[in-house]
């Protein structure tokens, strides 16, 4: 009877092994793995997000100096989860598994990450939710991969195809939610697992209409910025002009988040201790500056709208460059790429400030797209992403300010992964 069974389950297991057959189309088994991960993903990042909605709704009553208490707390009990369920990492050793570890994420990590990273974001620190959707939607896809057997290439594409599914539900961007998820594997070879980008984009695509069903999700830009209308070959040269303040503040901010490292790391302390430290003094930022508070995803629409005055402008910019680095370097969990945005914002808002002859929407969109892309080498996928979130039509300009803030970030990337063991910098 067990040599029956056993046969019978070879049996089954070979023809999961065997392409669904279409004469005259493109159509195999893969495509319906890619499109079941991207399902699963949705259903995912859709329950993370209402969970998170009412979490932030619920710690959001407590206002004025209440916040410091609040925060402190959230991180102190982030800390404890970290500390008793497990480290789930962060951007760092996701990208490190995907490139050296087979393109295998470890699901044992999840819970910790869900929720560590709920009470981190929904308290108000300065990382959004993409960071955990990708580490949990990429997990995900090995786990499937695992099921159905699958090795190499087709492995680790799986495995990008959830951190894509993940990534795009967030930013409601398939095309550039998936290019992401490739170019932030590498800071030099941005397509280096080109073999995955179609296994990304199906995923992305059933993610996104799965996760905009359950939160209702539309069309159109999320933040509110004026149509530019293109008034010659000169706005190229603005671009690039606010493409090299962005990137001088995007420097900025990387020797910011590692002074601030050496600070946390100068005396060992257990997780929960520099998370209740690091709530403590998110939450004095919070008081003075509410709209640094949280990861930006509506504060950016308040910050335009808010008529801030220049010298309000550069403390927000300040002290929101300073909450991000202590949320990274404290061990509060999330991702730091709408609070760059939000960064970049601010920043082309000084500018038209000082220089009120601007096209407004032009120079926010490039100090945006320069901020971001010095810190995460990602161009493709960040001028896809600002048009997709802005409204901003025209691709040219914001490519222009992506690839100042590329070429012009330090040697060493920020994500200290997306540098292989024998890349040197003069590489």
Not at 270 to 296: A, D, E, M, W
């Amino acid at each position: 009877m067990k040599l029956k069974r056993r046969r019978k389950l070879v049996t089954y297991l070979n023809i999961l092994d065997q392409p669904i057959r279409f004469n005259h189309f493109v159509f195999s088994r893969m495509f319906l793995l890619w499109a079941l991960l991207g399902l699963v993903g949705g259903v995912i990042a859709g329950g993370y997000w209402i969970a998170l909605m009412f979490l932030t709704d619920k710690i959001a009553l407590f206002t004025g100096w209440l916040v410091i208490p609040v925060m402190a707390i959230c991180g102190w009990l982030a800390g404890l989860v970290i500390h008793f369920i497990g480290d789930p990492g962060e951007i760092h050793l996701i990208v490190n598994n995907i490139r050296f570890n087979k393109g295998k994420l470890d699901p044992k990590n999840n819970p910790s990450m869900i929720l560590s990273s709920l009470l981190c974001v929904a308290a108000g620190g300065s990382l959004g939710p993409e960071a955990p959707m990708v580490q949990v939607t990429g997990s995900t896809g090995t786990w499937l991969g695992k099921i159905f057997r699958l090795k190499g290439e087709e492995l680790r594409s799986l495995s990008i195809a959830g951190m894509a599914s993940g990534f795009t539900t967030l930013f409601g961007a398939p095309l550039g939610g998936s290019l992401f998820s490739l170019e932030i594997l590498h800071h030099k070879h941005a397509l280096q697992y080109y073999k995955a980008i179609i296994p990304a984009l199906v995923a992305s695509c059933f993610s996104y209409v799965v996760f905009a069903l359950i939160i209702q999700l539309g069309l159109g830009p999320l933040w509110n910025l004026s149509s530019y209308e293109y008034s010659g070959v000169f706005d190229f040269g603005f671009a690039i002009l606010f493409g090299i303040v962005g990137t001088a503040v995007g420097w900025g901010f990387i020797f910011c988040t590692k002074f601030f490292k050496s600070v946390f790391d100068h005396r060992p302390a257990p997780i929960y201790i520099k998370t209740l430290i690091g709530g403590v003094l998110l939450g004095i930022i919070s008081y003075y500056f509410p709209v640094t508070r949280y990861f930006s995803h509506f504060e950016i629409n308040e910050l335009l709208n808010g008529g801030y005055t220049l010298h309000w402008l550069a403390g927000i910019l300040i002290f929101k460059i300073l909450a991000i680095s202590i949320t990274v370097t404290s061990g509060w969990r999330g991702g730091f790429i709408i609070p760059l945005f939000f960064v970049g914002a601010t920043l082309g808002l000084i500018i038209h400030h000082i220089f009120p002859m601007t096209n407004l929407t032009l120079t926010i969109v490039s100090c945006m797209a320069a901020v971001n892309t010095c810190v995460t080498r990602t161009p493709m996928s960040t001028t896809i992403l600002l048009a997709t979130l802005t409204g901003f039509g025209h691709f040219i300009p914001i490519l222009f300010a992506s690839l100042t803030g590329y070429f012009l970030a330090p040697r060493i990337p920020f994500i200290s992964s997306q540098m292989a063991e024998s890349d040197g910098p003069d590489n």
